[in-house]
């Protein structure tokens, strides 16, 4: 199992490391951006910016996934055809997706977002349906040429870098709507450039050659389908945003959606591992060694469970300091993201079951789960927020989620017999949650600036899990991960 642990640590370092320069870079933006805007005019950007997302969806038509299974099935000839097909048809459709969104705003404002007033923000941020389409379709290439190294430099690296230098700017000279806007624009702008740059340097970009007329057409009736699984995911993570936009207000929708970007900040852990454990998975399976995935299954995720407990605890130890780095109008928002970090840790808590399903032949699995997790989440939102505002709306995804994991890891465990759990989780949780009883009764006895009692007693908090866990909770396993984390973090 060594080999494995090593294997998936080390390329999930380059995902991990691209993806936590993001969170910083994101959160830094966030923070400014929150605190120069407000939260009315950061969350009626936030609003539109949610139902403009929507449009690349449709727009790009599956083909992202659509490439990620023909490329490598084809010859280089065909790969280029393929890739430059799908570049010149999303571009072509998304120039003409923003022109109809253009000449469609009074009537979105009015009916769709219920604001006539966010008719002129709609017209100036429905170009970057084009950007965002682009940098969408690009994901699918790199994957499926294995390249996906570019893709998180622009995604999570150049995208949040320039959003925060744009915004800083725009905060010098005193911008702020248009501020915003021209972060979004300059970084998606830049990545598209760099992502388009990248591809070309690639030889993959010919041109179009109508011999290849059928494999396009099988293409689009391959992809065409997956339309569908990308707008349930768009259902399930952006629903209550536009709800909460729809029937409260739009400083409503700018508190929420910070409390959501603070609450979701730990996924990245999981989707660090994901994105490589799961070809070990079918591997692993197809070998019929089932007793070394479970073992690996039970090592991944201990760990991603213990970094959300982490960050779970100090969000539940200092939710109100965290939402007032980004403004006192957003402390309001401390129980929903406590709701929120909840089903961010019951996500983690299952770890890869969704990808076991999927790599060991069940993949519709993940079809009827995102099924009911959309519908759940729709049905709960339509109620709850009207009654409760965004803690209904952070309790309707908490329950969504949580429903779905768990019937994830109910299907593993019928159809192998494995969970990840084992006695070592007890000592996790009994280290983790001694650590925020101590830190907790500190904080009464101490009295600091709420700022510098985040941070002094945040790092306490994470110190003294580490030194606890490092003599107490440590295994052969745990050693490896670390040792090869270490070994990436020297090397970049």
Excluded at 70 to 84: A, D
Excluded at 301 to 317: D, H, P, Q, R, Y
Excluded at 367 to 395: C, D, H, K, Q, W
Aim: hydrophobic content about 55%; some cysteine.
């Amino acid at each position: 199992m060594k080999e494995e642990l090593l294997d998936v640590t080390k390329k999930s370092g380059i995902v991990f490391i691209g993806k936590i320069i993001g969170v910083v870079f994101g959160l830094i933006f966030n923070i400014l951006a929150a605190r120069f805007m407000g939260a009315n005019i950061y969350g009626s950007f936030m609003y539109v910016y949610t139902v403009i997302s929507f449009f690349p969806l449709i727009v790009k038509m599956g083909l992202d996934q659509g490439l990620i299974s023909f490329i490598p099935k084809v010859n280089q000839n065909k790969k280029k055809n393929l890739i430059t097909f799908s570049l010149f048809l999303t571009f072509f459709l998304a120039i003409i997706c923003s022109v109809i969104i253009v000449f469609s705003s009074d009537f979105i404002a009015d009916n769709i977002l219920s604001n006539v007033q966010l008719s002129s923000l709609i017209r100036l941020v429905a170009p970057l349906i084009i950007f965002l389409t682009f940098i969408e379709l690009a994901k699918g290439v790199f994957r499926s040429i294995s390249k996906v190294n570019h893709f998180v430099i622009a995604k999570s690296i150049m995208i949040p870098f320039f959003k925060l230098l744009s915004v800083s700017v725009a905060y010098v000279f005193g911008y702020k709507l248009f501020g915003l806007v021209g972060a979004f624009y300059i970084s998606l702008l830049v990545s598209s450039i760099y992502l388009l740059n990248v591809i070309r340097k690639l030889n993959l970009i010919t041109l179009l050659n109508l011999k290849y007329s059928s494999d396009y057409k099988q293409l689009i009736l391959f992809s065409f389908p997956l339309l569908l699984t990308g707008i349930l995911g768009y259902l399930i993570n952006r629903t209550d945003t536009f709800m909460i936009g729809y029937f409260l207000s739009e400083d409503k929708v700018g508190i929420y959606n910070i409390a959501l970007k603070v609450g979701r900040m730990s996924s990245f852990i999981l989707t660090s591992f994901n994105t490589i454990f799961a070809s070990t998975i079918s591997t692993l399976y197809h070998k019929g060694n089932m007793k070394r995935l479970t073992k690996m299954y039970k090592v991944i995720t201990k760990w991603v469970v213990g970094a959300n407990l982490v960050f779970f605890s100090i969000i539940l130890l200092f939710n109100e300091q965290i939402m007032r780095l980004f403004g006192t109008e957003f402390m309001m928002g401390g129980f929903a993201l406590i709701l929120i970090s909840i089903g961010q840790l019951v996500n983690a808590g299952v770890g890869s079951a969704g990808y076991i399903n999927i790599m060991t032949g069940y993949p519709e699995y993940e079809f009827y789960l995102n099924s009911l997790t959309a519908s759940v989440n729709i049905v709960m939102n339509y109620f709850l927020i009207p009654r409760f505002g965004i803690e209904g709306a952070a309790l309707a995804s908490l329950v969504s989620i949580a429903l779905a994991n768990i019937l994830r890891l109910a299907l593993v465990y019928k159809n192998y017999n494995i969970h990840p759990y084992n006695i070592s989780y007890l000592r996790l949780v009994f280290i983790i949650f001694s650590s925020c009883f101590f830190v907790n009764g500190l904080d009464v006895v101490i009295n600091l600036h709420w700022f510098l009692e985040l941070i002094v007693l945040s790092t306490v908090f994470i110190g003294l899990v580490s030194i606890l866990y490092y003599y107490l909770g440590l295994s052969t396993e745990d050693q490896i991960i670390i040792d090869s984390i270490l070994k990436k973090v020297r090397e970049t």
